[in-house]
């Protein structure tokens, strides 16, 4: 290897990670930053009284060769799980049976447990929100909303949602273009916990009706404690027109739907919540991997520069920790 290069790492969601952990394997220094408490960014998981709840990513697939690899490892540590729901599809107003044959993987024992795994060994400072790069030729800053700088690092990865990497990535006036001309939907996640199971054997749904995505009962995936939990998932239609709306008109109209897929009444919930995605999923996928301005050492990645599944996530990370050595 080439000498060992300082990197900072804005972002800690699966990209982010996924960049560190690849780059701090060749030998070099990494340090991660984000702007939340925790980290994991769209791998979600809110915890409650009533256990954990998964209101980001669901679960994820593995299709490319390198990625099933690192699954296999995964799997093996315990980090991650099958999940084999019952699944439905609700369509023209009809609830149907849908299984399939496609292998679903959770995060243990919540979508976090995965990215809090991934992130050992790894340097990060949490609550850190960077507002601004600066070159001070040869070296980067980072300047963060409470007005303090970290550096001198050497190269820059930006791995935040493409609308808050646009502002990040100015210096490099193509990668700031690049990501500000990709559009990211939002999505409105609603969680609810009942005291006694709900009547149904649903699992998970895909929905294809009306105001709702995506249906799971979070209580049927393995190692998650406490009773029947749900998180439901609005369509992007529906939540760009209610992007507004309070969390409680949210939670009311989310359950009134619920409850017509379902064909039940619902009891009062023993707890609810909603969480606004603001970007929840880019647009259209693109095929960047991911992108580079050499000449600058600044970099970018996310699932924005693939698709907005976990799986692009990382191999984006993985792109650009790649791109930035040189060999890909
Ligand atoms: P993120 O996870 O968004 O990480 C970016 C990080 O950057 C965040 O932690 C953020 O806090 C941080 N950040 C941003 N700006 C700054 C800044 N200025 N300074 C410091 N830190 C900053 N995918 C699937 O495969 N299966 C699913 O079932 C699925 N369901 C989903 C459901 C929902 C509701 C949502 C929102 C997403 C879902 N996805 C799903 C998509 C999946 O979650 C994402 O593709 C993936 O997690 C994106 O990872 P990322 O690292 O690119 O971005
Ligand atoms: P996948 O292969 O399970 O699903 C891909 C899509 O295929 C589904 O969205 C669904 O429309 C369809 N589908 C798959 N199996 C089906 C079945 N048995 N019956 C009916 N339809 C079926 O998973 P993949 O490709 O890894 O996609 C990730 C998932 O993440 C998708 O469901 C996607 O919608 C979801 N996602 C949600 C976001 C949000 O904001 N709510 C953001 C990004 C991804």
């Known amino acids: 290897m080439s000498k060992p290069l300082s990197i900072a790492i804005v972002g800690a969601g699966l990209a982010g990670i996924s960049a560190a952990r690849h780059l701090q394997e060749a030998g070099h ?35 490319e060769p390198g990625f099933r690899r690192e699954l296999k490892r995964w799997l093996e540590a315990g980090w991650v799980a099958d999940w084999e729901p019952q699944l439905y599809l609700y369509e023209k107003g009809q609830l149907r049976p849908s299984e399939d044959d496609q292998q679903r993987f959770i995060g243990m024992p919540r979508m976090t447990g995965l990215s809090r795994q991934l992130l050992e060994g790894l340097s990060l400072t949490s609550s850190c929100r960077i507002q601004r790069l600066r070159r001070d030729e040869p070296h980067w800053w980072l300047e963060d909303d409470q007005g303090s700088e970290h550096g001198p690092f050497d190269r820059v990865v930006v791995a935040a949602p493409a ?116 970007y929840a999923r880019p647009a259209e996928d693109c095929q960047w991997g991911a992108l580079a301005a050499p ?22 990370g993985r792109q650009v920790a790649r791109t930035l050595m040189g060999a890909g």
């Open 29 to 63: 220094q990494v340090q991660l930053f984000d702007k939340s408490r925790g980290s994991g960014g769209r791998l979600s998981s809110k915890r409650t009284e009533f256990g954990d709840l998964d209101i980001g990513a669901q679960y994820f697939t593995a299709r």
């Open 295 to 316: 000449e600058l050492g600044l970099y970018a990645c996310g699932d924005w520069c693939l698709g907005g599944r976990v799986e692009n996530a990382w191999l984006s």
């Open 163 to 278: 609308p808050q990497a646009a502002a990040l990535l100015e210096p490099a006036a193509q990668l700031a273009q690049a990501a500000a001309r990709i559009n990211m939907l939002p999505c409105w996640a609603v969680a609810l916990v009942f005291e006694q199971p709900l009547d149904t054997p649903v699992q998970a749904c895909f929905v294809r009706d009306g105001a709702l995505d995506w249906i799971s009962r979070n209580s049927s995936k393995a190692g998650r404690k406490g009773p029947d939990s749900w998180v439901i998932h609005a369509s992007t239609d529906w939540s760009a027109a209610h992007v507004d709306d309070s969390p409680l008109q949210v939670i009311a109209a989310v359950q009134q739907a619920l409850a017509q897929i379902l064909g039940c009444d619902l009891p009062e919930p023993v707890f609810s919540h909603a969480h606004r995605w603001l």
